[in-house]
């Protein structure tokens, strides 16, 4: 309340309106993105509750940011892999779209606004994939769609 009442008297010296809003709007989602502005993918990570340690990511060869984490399964340290990549424009989402090869097994991709997000399951006994996380759900918390399975 320390703010608030700062604020007050700061507003009042400057002989606004001394009323403070009782909440502030809540944050927009890490997700989303602003064109022009290249979102931090460790957000969308952390929106997708992957581990990771990575704090801002790394760029890649074509200026795109990417970061990497997982979902642990059955005790091993890295089960499921999760990549996601931010993009500052449509153009150079389509761009990587285009140089990226087709999912591959084991592999969806999630699409999101100005973000795509990859998956790898782990193999699992009957010879498929499976996931800790289902590409679907991690779709739902990014706000994202499965675009390939």
């Known amino acids: 309340m320390r703010t608030a009442a700062a604020l007050t008297v700061a507003l009042a010296l400057a002989g606004c309106s001394s009323a403070v809003p009782a909440s502030l709007p809540a944050p ?40 990497v984490g997982y979902y642990p399964e059955d005790g091993v340290a890295q089960g499921e892999q999760v990549y996601a990549y931010t993009f500052d424009s449509a153009a150079a989402q389509q761009a990587d779209l285009a140089r990226s090869p087709a999912p591959q097994d084991g592999q969806a991709l999630i ?39």
């Not at 502005?37 to 060869?61: C, F, K």
């Not at 499976?130 to 759900?137: C, F, H, I, L, R």
């Open 28 to 67: 927009a989602s890490p997700a989303a993105q602003v064109p022009g502005v290249m979102a931090n993918p460790v957000s969308i990570l952390r929106e997708a509750h992957a581990r990771t340690s990575a704090v801002y990511g790394q760029a890649d060869a074509w200026g795109d940011r990417y970061a």
């Open 111 to 149: 699409e999101g606004d100005l973000f795509d997000v990859y998956v790898i399951g782990m193999p699992d006994a009957s010879g498929g994939w499976g996931y800790a996380v289902s590409p679907a759900a991690i779709a739902i918390l990014v706000h994202g769609r499965v675009v390939s399975p």
